[in-house]
Nanobody, 128 residues
Framework: QLQLVESGGGLVQPGGSLRLSCAAS????????IGWFRQAPGKEREGVSC????????SYADSVKGRFTISRDNAKNTVYLQMNSLKPEDTAVYYC?????????????????????WGQGTQVTVSS
């Protein structure tokens, strides 16, 4: 059974940092991409960043470029999202999701289309 479990959320002050983890289990190969999405109250879900497990190609939303870094550890089947210089507008529930991805090119996560496996989400709150 394919499963994704997020961890690492919490409360942080503006300008602070958090690292989210997404642990994947049940995948029988590395031919997939992991995306991070977030949804704030009253807003639509938006793609934040994604990474191909083969090759490590990455994509970022403009709103997080230069502040967030996505990385992977294939041996642990885990993807990380390092979030620095956090802003109140980063407050949301963060979800990781997986989709089949048989390519080493840059994955897409501007929409959730194609992402079929989802974690339960972890809350990130940026507030003083």
């Amino acid at each position: 059974q394919l499963q994704l479990v997020e961890s690492g959320g919490g409360l942080v002050q503006p300008g602070g940092s958090l690292r989210l983890s997404c642990a994947a289990s049940g995948f029988t190969s590395d031919y997939y991409a992991i995306g991070w999405f977030r949804q704030a109250p009253g807003k639509e879900r938006e793609g934040v960043s994604c990474i191909s497990m083969i090759g490590g190609s990455t994509s970022y939303a403009d709103s997080v470029k230069g502040r967030f870094t996505i990385s992977r550890d294939n041996a642990k089947n885990t993807v990380y999202l390092q979030m620095n210089s956090l802003k109140p507008e980063d407050t949301a529930v963060y979800y990781c999701a997986a989709r089949p991805w048989r390519a080493t090119v840059q994955p897409t996560c501007d929409t959730s289309r194609g992402y079929v496996y989802w974690g339960q989400g972890t809350q990130v709150t940026v507030s003083s």
